[in-house]
Nanobody, 116 residues
Framework: QVQLVESGGGLVQAGGSLRLSCAVS????????MGWYRQGPGKQRELVAT???????NYVDSVKGRFTISRDNAKNTVALQMNSLKPEDTAVYYC??????????WGQGTQVTVSS
């Protein structure tokens, strides 16, 4: 069974940085888009950033210029570098992978808390 394993969340002060990582566990033939989503307290899950297999990136406006998504196709990993963090970035962050065939796969989520 294919799973996504996330790491890198934690507590940081406003203005600080964190790096989230996500790795595919199990055998999968090909992954197309990969991305990060988040769900803050009392909010719906929202897209943060996505990256295509070819490396095209997309970000929600609120994180542009502060977050950077990257991936390693050979290792089936995706990362999210988060700089200049704000209290409103506090959320559970989820990794997502879209296989070429089949339904999207989600990670278990990792908590990011930004204190003011």
């Amino acid at each position: 069974q294919v799973q996504l394993v996330e790491s890198g969340g934690g507590l940081v002060q406003a203005g600080g940085s964190l790096r989230l990582s996500c790795a595919v566990s199990g055998i999968i033939w090909r992954i197309d888009d990969m991305g990060w989503y988040r769900q803050g307290p009392g909010k719906q899950r929202e897209l943060v950033a996505t990256i295509t297999r070819g490396g095209s990136e997309n970000y929600v406006d609120s994180v542009k210029g502060r977050f950077t998504i990257s991936r390693d196709n050979a290792k089936n990993t995706v990362a999210l570098q988060m700089n200049s963090l704000k209290p409103e970035d506090t959320a559970v962050y989820y990794c997502r992978a879209d296989p070429w065939i089949g339904s999207p796969i989600w990670g278990q989520g990792t908590q990011v808390t930004v204190s003011s």
